[in-house]
Structures are given as structure tokens and as C-alpha cells.
């Protein structure tokens, strides 16, 4: 998707940043390897990916054993899809820094590339406790949340991004999808529980409201409302779907059901008093 190649090209940003954060360290480096170390960032951030691996191999023969320079190093073979070397420098980086949290979040998108799916996990959970307000560890995170069918984490992590970026649209998208994928995995977990209760069959009833099926919507709400009578809002839905038909006496009819399991209702009453005056106002 647009998303994920967008996503992907924020990961090579994000990591050159991240690397150049910590390339503020480059003057650790012997004098003689600062020169070199630094034509491999600027071929790095300029896509020439050959040269930039000469220049950091090349830091690394001559004694600049670092994890910033293996992190970079990373990068470059990353980029050009070979994860298992890349995973390898990465590893190193991570050996050498273990409080560095970029070679962590750019293992676990390598980790992810290869299908390693609950190694790409934990190291992006450390990831993210490192550097909590790091978009991508979090973006990340999210990723191999999806991938191991956790939703609940999925949530978790896009929440979090969305508080973070309140105004990027794609944040917001992928929460809302999220929220989606647990709630289908809840109804499966439902039916396979009980297949006939009747919080499932009133989820149900929701979703085919949500969809525009309102025949079967009723017929989930009917059978929710015969598994278990005094289940409050179940006969509050069926009202508003006959309202939304114009079924005035129908709608009548489950608001007055609903009133009594629940007098105390002011979602019903609302709906009452909107029934009485659709029906004065009806030819």
C-alpha cells in the first residue's frame, strides 16, 4: 500500500537521523577514521549504497569498531534486502550499545523482513522502552503486533502514535483498522465460547447495522433478545432499525420493552420523545 511504501521510506529517513544522532559520537573515532566514517554518512543519505559500505567496512578494518558505524552499516545492507547481514551488524551495534535504540528498531523491521516474528517483537518492545517517543519503534511495534495476531498491542501502539501525531491521517486509519481486526477477533473468540449468547448475536446485530444489512441486524437482535430477556440496549437497537424504516408501532413497541428492563433508560427516553415527534410530523 501507499502506507507501507511511505512507511518504508520513513524507516530509511528515520534510521539515517537516528544514525546521525549518534554519528555526533563520531569524534570518538580516531581522527583518521572521522573522514572516512563521514563520506559514508553522506553517501548513505545520498542513496549511494556501494560506496557507503567501502567507507564504514572500511572505518571498521582500521580499529572503528563502534556501534554507530555497524548500525550504519546495517542500514546499507538492509536497503538492499540482504536482512541476515544486516541482522548480523545490527546484533553487533546492539552488543556494543545496548542503550542505542536505533540498530533495536532497525533489527526488528529486518527481523520482520525475514518472518522472525517474536525475536522482531522483543527487540522493538526494548525499542520503544528506550525511546518511547520515537514514532518509528512504535510503528514498528505496531507491525509485529498485526503480524502475531495481537490486536490489543496493535491498538496500543497506534494509540499511542496518534497522541503523539494527532494530526497525520494514516495514524488515525490504522487505529481505526485495528480497532477493527480485535473486534473480529473478539466475536470469534465469542463464538467460539458460546456461539449462542447473547452478547454475540447483539456484537452481530451491531455490525450488520454497521454494514446496512437492517433485516439481518434484527434477526441477530432477536436472537440476543431470546438467549437472554433481560439484556438492556438489545431492544433499544431493534427501535432505532424499525425507526430508520418508519416502523413507528414496531419501534414503539421495543423502546417500551426496553423501558421495562431498564426504566431508568435516558437513551431510551430520548428515543421515545424522537419517535413521538416523527410520528406527529409523519403524513
Keep these: 500500500t501507499a502506507f507501507e511504501m511511505r512507511a518504508g521510506r520513513t524507516l530509511l529517513v ?78 553487533e551495534a546492539i552488543r556494543l550499545d545496548p542503550r542505542y535504540p536505533a540498530p533495536r528498531i532497525l533489527l526488528g523491521a529486518s527481523l520482520l523482513a525475514l518472518g522472525r516474528v517474536s525475536e522482531a517483537r522483543a527487540q522493538l518492545e526494548r525499542a520503544v522502552k528506550l525511546a518511547p517517543r520515537e514514532p518509528l519503534a512504535r510503528l514498528q511495534l505496531a507491525k509485529a503486533c498485526e503480524r502475531a495476531g495481537d490486536w490489543a498491542g496493535a491498538v496500543e501502539q497506534y494509540r499511542a502514535l496518534r497522541e503523539m501525531k494527532p494530526e497525520e491521517p494514516e495514524y488515525a486509519y490504522q487505529l481505526g483498522n485495528a480497532y477493527l481486526r480485535l473486534s473480529e477477533w473478539c466475536l470469534k473468540e465469542l463464538q467460539t465460547l458460546d456461539a449462542g449468547s447473547a452478547r454475540l448475536q447483539q456484537a452481530l446485530g451491531h455490525n450488520y447495522r454497521v454494514q446496512g444489512r437492517p433485516d439481518l441486524a434484527l434477526q441477530a437482535f432477536e436472537r440476543a433478545a431470546q438467549a437472554d430477556p433481560t439484556l438492556p440496549e438489545v431492544h433499544l437497537a431493534m427501535a432505532q432499525v424499525h425507526m430508520d424504516d418508519k416502523r413507528w408501532a414496531e419501534a414503539r413497541r421495543e423502546i417500551e420493552r426496553e423501558l421495562t428492563i431498564v426504566p431508568e433508560s435516558a437513551g431510551a427516553r430520548a428515543l421515545l420523545a424522537r419517535l413521538s415527534a416523527l410520528e406527529a410530523g409523519a403524513p
Excluded at 30 to 57: C, H, I, M, T
Design 14 to 91: 528515520t534510521a539515517i537521523v537516528l544514525a546521525l544522532g549518534a554519528a555526533v559520537r563520531a569524534q570518538d573515532l580516531p581522527a583518521a577514521l572521522q573522514g572516512p566514517f563521514e563520506e559514508g554518512v553522506r553517501a548513505l543519505k545520498a542513496g549511494k549504497l556501494d560506496e557507503a559500505e567501502k567507507a564504514f567496512r572500511a572505518v571498521l578494518a582500521k580499529g572503528g569498531a563502534t556501534a554507530y558505524v555497524h548500525n550504519n552499516l546495517g542500514i546499507v545492507l538492509q536497503e538492499r534486502g540482504q536482512h541476515e547481514k544486516a541482522v548480523a551488524e545490527f546484533r
